[in-house]
């Protein structure tokens, strides 16, 4: 039973909602609800005040003329999904592979998954490794914060109490270089244990970023072999070596350890980079 009395606003602009924030300092935004409503329920959270982002249009999916993807903060997971042309394959793949079940992925938006800032999920990894720009309206105005600044510690970002997140812009840059994406987890319902994205900007480059298993998303950058074309053993040993010996802070919960965590971090980071290679390999044949 909610044990709060809270009421429940609905605004249909920006501008009503973030007065709405602003005015009443227990106020809090509400997007799918899928965590909050538990946290009412269970009376960890209890907010005089809920601003619901559904009639802001925070539900569209927009590509720019320079190829920019722009994502309301409202867009559910399944609308990722089916928006698969239009969307970064990466998001589009991290989307379709979010356990919970339809229910979880018909409600839950993708702007409640980055201001959560759970460490042991996907969201902040993907939209690190997309260098996403995340754009935050409050009463001091309009403001885009890097997503690898947003994600400050584990349930814990860089938006002010009262700002409310509208949007997400991926570059067009990110959007087309062959990626790889792992997620490890316990079952099929569970959260990820660890997860890795890897994006190749070059034939020279990968840019891994590790989540889940680390309190925010970590970004390593590897040289690479242009001719490579898979890692072999030894470099599989190199590059699990390498994440071990350059992370030093590792996430634990309920359902992993530090040590097990960082065991198989190594492990997604392996196989998201030869998936990347996979895809490499694949758009250099198409051309
Ligand atoms: C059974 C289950 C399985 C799951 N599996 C996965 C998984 O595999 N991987 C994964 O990554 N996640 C997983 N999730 C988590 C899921 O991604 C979150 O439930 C979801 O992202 C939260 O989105 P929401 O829109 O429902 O957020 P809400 O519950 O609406 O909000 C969450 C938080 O974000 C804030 N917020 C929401 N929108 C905004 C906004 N626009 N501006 C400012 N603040 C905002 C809220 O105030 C609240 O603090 C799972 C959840 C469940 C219940």
Aim: one cysteine or more; aromatic letters at 6%; proline letters at 6%.
């Amino acid at each position: 039973m909610i044990g709060t009395r809270t009421v429940y606003h609905e605004p249909t602009d920006i501008a009503a909602a973030v007065d709405l924030l602003a005015a009443n300092s227990t106020a809090m935004v509400i997007g799918g609800g899928t965590i909050t409503m538990p946290r009412l329920s269970d009376g960890q959270w209890h907010p005089e005040h809920l601003v619901d982002t559904t009639a802001l249009g925070l539900d569209r999916i927009h590509v720019e003329y320079d190829g920019t993807v722009t994502i309301g903060a409202a867009v559910t997971y399944s609308k990722l999904s089916a928006a698969a042309s239009a969307v970064p394959g990466l998001l589009g793949l991290v989307a379709s592979g979010i356990t919970g079940g339809p229910q979880i992925r018909n409600q839950a938006t993708i702007g409640g998954a980055a201001c959560y800032a759970n460490p042991a999920s996907d969201i902040p990894t993907a939209l690190v490794a997309l260098d996403a720009r995340l754009t935050l309206h409050g009463h001091q105005g309009v403001r885009t914060v890097a997503a690898s600044d947003f994600f400050q510690a584990p349930f814990r970002t860089s938006a002010h109490r009262a700002e409310l997140l509208t949007g997400i812009a991926i570059p067009a840059g990110a959007t087309a270089n062959p990626f790889g994406y792992i997620k490890l987890k316990r079952s099929e319902s569970s959260w990820p244990l660890a997860v890795c994205a890897a994006r190749l900007p070059d034939p020279t480059r990968c840019t891994l970023v590790i989540g889940a298993a680390t309190p925010t998303p970590i970004t390593i950058d590897l040289a690479l072999d242009p001719e490579i074309e898979h890692l072999a053993p030894e470099q599989t040993a190199a590059v699990r070596d390498h994440i071990d010996a350059t992370i030093d802070t590792w996430w634990f919960d309920e359902l992993g350890t530090a040590a097990y965590r960082r065991h198989i971090a190594g492990v997604a980071a392996t196989r998201a980079l030869d998936q990347a290679l996979r895809r490499a390999r694949a758009q250099g044949g198409d051309q």
